[in-house]
């Protein structure tokens, strides 16, 4: 299109058209539509066909939708899965179908909102970064911070394995190996492939081939030797939906041992070795057994964590502290306690002095 480049007077001589044209120039309307066409849109979402490598191999189909389906809900993920959208090698397949090598997975078009992805603050991502404490080809263990959670979950918008999917491992596998409840502190051990994984997990369920160690605060003052708690543990609902866990004959073996590290006027600091990993083991067996742990708002004493909170305990004074194993080569990793925890114990030390 052509462009008069007239004087500015001569822009009142011209019919409005004229003028609108001449005051856009080229280089203007140019920039105008730059402007427009710079616009981000949201790529064409179309049906995505994914073929199965070895990291993957074994691995649940919905696992491995919603680490392909950030930000997708869980609810819209087994959706697709029980409608047939999702096929393995173009047959319809259950949520807990397994996965192999070489397997073909159809996912379909699955639009993700901006307002479903969570928003996680740089600092956050840098406080996990920082609490890295060993780390190779096949694992990376953190010192979990009290108060994160592991995972998503009821009312949780994000955890260290959506952290780290986020961020550090947008692009490879990255995949829990066991879990801390949301309130302990301390080792968190993830693997960073499917085999490793596999591998882990089958540490995990022979005690024989890992060491685990917490760090607690308890309640009373426990004997001087060691003591085996054997007490199987299932789990309950109650009325809220809150999930308790008690000891129960015809519940699943768990088995810890407790031993007394030093003691204060109303409680003692104890290390926990784990021979089983039930969910809230180390808790449930330290209540059934009096010794409730400081701070804990499920099992505990509430008299007992007034207490502790004058001592200057605002959380669940449990820590895992050791993880020892072998995968490739030995690995043995101690987490440091958080300063909160230490000025703790440092308060009831300095208190047992004036007595």
Same mark, same amino acid.
């Given at each position: 299109?052509?462009?008069?480049?007239?004087?500015?007077?001569?822009?009142?001589?011209?019919?409005?058209?004229?003028?609108?044209?001449?005051?856009?120039?080229?280089?203007?309307?140019?920039?105008?539509?730059?402007?427009? $066409?710079?616009?981000?849109?949201?790529?064409?979402?179309?049906?995505?066909?994914?073929?199965?490598?070895?990291?993957?191999?074994?691995?649940?189909?919905?696992?491995?939708? $919603?680490?392909?389906?950030?930000?997708?809900?869980?609810?819209?993920?087994?959706?697709?899965?029980?409608?047939?959208?999702?096929?393995?090698?173009?047959?319809?397949?259950?949520?807990?179908?397994?996965?192999?090598?070489? =397997?073909?997975?159809?996912?379909?078009?699955?639009?993700?909102?901006?307002?479903?992805?969570? $928003?996680?603050?740089?600092?956050?991502?840098?406080?996990?970064?920082?609490?890295?404490?060993?780390?190779?080809?096949?694992?990376?263990?953190?010192?979990?911070?009290?108060?994160?959670?592991?995972?998503?979950?009821?009312?949780?918008?994000?955890?260290?394995?959506?952290?780290?999917?986020?961020?550090?491992?947008?692009?490879?596998?990255?995949?829990?190996?066991?879990?801390?409840?949301?309130?302990?502190?301390?080792?968190?051990?993830?693997?960073?492939?499917?085999?490793?994984?596999?591998?882990?997990?089958?540490?995990?369920?022979?005690?024989?081939?890992?060491?685990?160690?917490?760090?607690?605060?308890?309640?009373?003052?426990?004997?001087?030797?060691?003591?085996?708690?054997?007490?199987?543990?299932?789990?309950?609902?109650?009325?809220?939906?809150?999930?308790?866990?008690?000891?129960?004959?015809?519940?699943?073996?768990?088995?810890?041992?407790?031993?007394?590290?030093?003691?204060?006027? =109303?409680?003692?600091?104890?290390?926990?070795?784990?021979?089983?990993?039930?969910?809230?083991?180390?808790?449930?067996?330290?209540?059934?057994?009096?010794?409730?742990?400081?701070?804990?708002?499920?099992?505990?004493?509430?008299?007992?964590?007034?207490?502790?909170?004058?001592?200057?305990?605002?959380?669940?004074?449990?820590?895992?502290?050791?993880?020892?194993?072998?995968?490739?080569?030995?690995?043995?990793?101690?987490?440091?306690?958080?300063?909160?925890?230490?000025?703790?114990?440092?308060?009831?030390?300095?208190?047992?002095?004036?007595?």
């Amino acid at each position: 299109m052509f462009f008069y480049r007239t004087p500015i007077l001569a822009l009142f001589k011209l019919r409005c058209k004229e003028a609108l044209a001449i005051y856009l120039s080229k280089d203007i309307r140019s920039g105008w539509y730059n402007l427009k $066409m710079s616009i981000p849109t949201s790529p064409p979402i179309k049906v995505q066909i994914l073929e199965i490598n070895a990291d993957n191999d074994g691995q649940r189909i919905d696992n491995y939708l $919603m680490s392909k389906l950030k930000g997708v809900p869980k609810s819209r993920i087994y959706k697709i899965l029980r409608s047939g959208e999702v096929r393995v090698n173009k047959g319809r397949i259950k949520p807990s179908h397994r996965l192999s090598s070489g =397997d073909l997975v159809r996912i379909p078009p699955v639009r993700v909102t901006e307002s479903q992805q969570p $928003m996680i603050s740089e600092r956050l991502i840098q406080t996990l970064n920082e609490s890295v404490l060993f780390e190779n080809e096949d694992l990376i263990i953190i010192n979990k911070p009290a108060g994160l959670a592991v995972h998503a979950g009821s009312g949780v918008n994000y955890g260290v394995i959506d952290i780290l999917r986020a961020e550090r491992f947008a692009n490879t596998f990255i995949e829990l190996v066991h879990r801390l409840d949301r309130q302990t502190s301390g080792c968190l051990l993830l693997a960073k492939s499917r085999s490793a994984l596999t591998q882990l997990n089958a540490l995990f369920n022979t005690s024989h081939n890992i060491k685990k160690k917490y760090l607690t605060l308890t309640k009373g003052h426990w004997p001087d030797t060691e003591q085996r708690i054997d007490a199987p543990l299932s789990k309950n609902e109650i009325k809220s939906g809150e999930r308790m866990v008690t000891v129960n004959p015809a519940g699943k073996t768990a088995i810890s041992l407790f031993k007394q590290t030093e003691q204060f006027a =109303d409680c003692s600091l104890v290390e926990v070795t784990l021979l089983t990993g039930r969910t809230h083991q180390i808790r449930v067996h330290a209540a059934s057994e009096a010794h409730p742990v400081a701070g804990d708002e499920k099992y505990g004493d509430k008299q007992f964590n007034l207490q502790m909170k004058q001592a200057g305990l605002n959380r669940m004074f449990l820590h895992a502290r050791y993880l020892e194993f072998d995968l490739n080569g030995p690995v043995h990793v101690t987490a440091p306690l958080e300063d909160k925890l230490k000025n703790t114990i440092e308060t009831l030390r300095q208190h047992e002095k004036k007595l």
